[in-house]
């Protein structure tokens, strides 16, 4: 069973960034993908971001691209999220998820850290 701890959140004024970083623990870890979501209040949650654990192919939502950046290191089991020109709608609990195979749904959702824009 993946244990996934998210870090790095916090509160940011408009146009500023944050980097997230996801550390992943368990016997053995290899997924097929990891994933950034994000849930405000009283909304869905919404994956913004997701990449392909053995060869680093990434996606994004159309709400963060070209601001947000998902990257991996796997020799360290971890994945970050570097999120530049922060907008308020970002405000939201960001979690981390694993993608276990091709055809499984993102979970295993670590217990998510506040990001927080606002002037």
């Known amino acids: 069973q993946v244990q996934l701890v998210e870090s790095g959140g916090g509160l940011v004024q408009p146009g500023g960034s944050l980097r997230l970083s996801c550390a992943a623990s368990?016997?053995?870890?290899?997924?097929?993908?990891m994933g950034w979501s994000r849930q405000a209040p009283g909304k869905d949650r919404e994956v913004v971001a997701s990449?392909?654990?053995?060869?680093?192919?990434?996606a994004y939502a159309d709400s963060v691209k070209g601001r947000f950046t998902i990257s991996r290191d796997t020799a360290k089991n971890t994945v970050y999220l570097q999120m530049n020109s922060l907008k308020v709608e970002d405000t939201a609990v960001y979690y981390c998820?694993?993608?276990?195979?091709?055809?499984?749904?993102?979970?295993?959702w670590g217990q998510g850290t506040q990001v927080t824009v606002s002037s």
């Open positions: 998820g694993a993608r276990p195979g091709v055809i499984d749904s993102f979970g295993s």
């Open positions: 990449i392909v654990w053995s060869f680093g192919r990434t």
């Open positions: 368990g016997r053995t870890f290899s997924p097929y993908a």
